[in-house]
């Protein structure tokens, strides 16, 4: 079965720099969610997107912002990034209000 | 907010006993509580949920129980196994039966179950 793609898998950035992390979600699913989480953390929540609209916002940096496309995929940007932005970036998908499934994740590492 | 609360923070068994990890949530209104399964590294695995008008849900060695009056559900493992050692992650949301109403999760802070042969 098909599962979100994220890429890239791994990402190095320099502080100040910009990066923008991809996200495919599972056919058919119309709801992405973007989660971050440091070492040793659970999951933060950042933002959701359903049918291309926001539908929640979380803890998410006024640096940051996130669109999801036509083709139903998202990108979160993240500018200004400073080194404790580095953290493994989770997108999820689900279909309506029903189980979200993650995918592998982005790690970012800002030095 | 939702604030949910898990423990133990780490859970040492033996191979084959059971493992039991507790969750609590603050906001009544939450209806739909997932847990997942966290290897280091990789991404969160749904491996159960349980909705609001359920008290107890099983699939195979795993059960989760409800308790909506306490505010508080678990997560049983039984006949554990080596390959059950991860970091466990309860969450919460309230899921939404309308149109685009999401259900963000928030996530407790995880038990690190080390199944020991």
């Known amino acids: 079965a098909a599962g979100v793609i994220q890429s890239p898998r791994h990402l190095i950035k320099e502080k100040r720099e910009t990066a923008t992390l991809k996200c495919y979600p599972i056919?058919?699913?119309?709801?992405v969610y973007w989660y971050q989480q440091g070492p040793g953390q659970d999951p933060q929540f950042l933002i959701s997107f359903y049918e291309k609209m926001q539908s929640d916002k979380g803890s998410i940096p006024d640096r940051f912002s996130a669109q999801q496309f036509s083709d139903y995929h998202s990108e979160l940007n993240m500018s200004s990034l400073e080194l404790g932005d580095s953290a493994l970036y989770f997108c999820a998908s689900s279909l309506l209000t029903h189980e979200q499934y993650f995918g592998p994740g982005t790690r970012l590492t800002v030095t | 907010g939702e604030n949910v609360e898990q423990h133990p923070s780490t859970l040492s068994v033996q191979e084959g006993d059971s493992a039991v990890i507790k969750c609590t949530y603050s906001d009544s209104a939450s209806n739909y509580f997932p847990w997942y399964k966290q290897e280091l590294g990789k991404r969160p695995q749904l491996i159960i949920d349980?909705?609001?008008?359920?008290g107890e849900k099983k699939d195979q060695r795993i059960a989760v129980t409800l308790n909506k009056t306490a505010k508080h559900f678990s997560l049983h493992i039984t006949e554990t196994q080596p390959e059950d050692s991860a970091v466990y992650f309860c969450a919460a949301s309230k899921a939404r039966p309308i149109v685009g109403g999401g259900n963000k999760l928030t996530f407790g802070t995880g038990t690190q179950l080390k199944v020991e042969l």
């Open positions: 056919p058919r699913h119309d709801t």
């Open positions: 349980i909705r609001s008008n359920v």
